[in-house]
């Protein structure tokens, strides 16, 4: 079963903001949402993480539903650089498994 | 900078062949994981370690194994390649046990097996 549901693609717009969405509805109570992303020819690099409230970091912020059935990953201005495949993730309370599904693959567009 | 470091960046081998990925990470993490990813499969987890000589089964361990004999270092190993083992192998590391922790990733090794 899937844990997380993820859009395949998405466009936007070089300097607008980006809104990508995860459903996660079986989502545990202990369960942290993470997200990732894949540039070109890389492995993954994180993104930012969260449990129930709203995170913000240098790179994006991550809004969750009151219920924690669904995130978004935020990005403020998109570049050229941010084009990627964003995961999002769920960690588990053991803290090994990264649950990783397809991904959103992200074109920004000049 | 942090890093996690993984032998080749590709590698081609026959069918039958042994072949080892190796992987080393230079942050002193306890935690060490091997994945592949497939097109429209994502990442899926092989195997993992969270300690010298441990290792666990992640969920398409089926023909791999993996060695790791030194905190640093993470070994995958193919005893018999075929050819739908041809794939991206990530390794990642990440430090201590919980969930808060950051993963880190390897640059991957695009592995073809003909």
């Known amino acids: 079963d899937a844990k997380t549901t993820q859009p395949n693609s998405m466009e936007s717009n070089e300097e607008e903001p980006v809104h990508l969405p995860c459903n996660h509805s079986t989502i545990s109570g202990t369960d942290y949402i993470h997200w990732y992303r894949q540039l070109p020819s890389q492995g993954p690099e994180y993104v930012i993480h969260?449990?129930?409230s709203n995170v913000n970091n240098r790179m994006a912020s991550l809004a969750i539903a009151e219920d924690r059935k669904s995130s978004t990953l935020i990005l403020h201005r998109a570049t050229l650089r941010d084009a990627a495949v964003y995961y999002c993730?769920?960690?588990?309370?053991?803290?090994?498994?990264?649950?990783f599904g397809t991904g959103t693959s992200l074109t920004v567009i000049p | 900078d942090v890093k996690v470091t993984q032998s080749s960046r590709y590698l081609v081998k026959r069918t039958g062949e042994k072949v080892f990925l190796e992987c080393v990470q230079d942050?002193?993490?306890?935690?060490m994981f091997w994945y592949r990813q497939d097109p429209g499969l994502g990442l899926r987890l092989i195997y993992f370690?969270?300690?010298?000589?441990?290792?666990e089964k992640g969920d398409i361990p089926e023909g791999y194994s993996v060695s790791r004999e030194k905190k640093e270092r993470f070994s995958l190993i193919l005893e018999s390649a075929s050819t739908n083992q041809t794939s991206m192998y990530l390794c990642?590391?990440?430090?201590?046990?919980?969930?808060?922790?950051?993963?880190?990733f390897g640059p991957g090794t695009r592995l073809t097996v003909l």
């Open positions: 942050m002193d993490h306890e935690n």
């Open positions: 990642a590391s990440t430090v201590g046990h919980g969930q808060n922790n950051e993963q880190f």
């Open positions: 969260g449990l129930t």
């Open positions: 370690s969270y300690d010298v000589k441990m290792k």
């Open positions: 993730i769920l960690r588990d309370e053991t803290g090994n498994q990264f649950y």
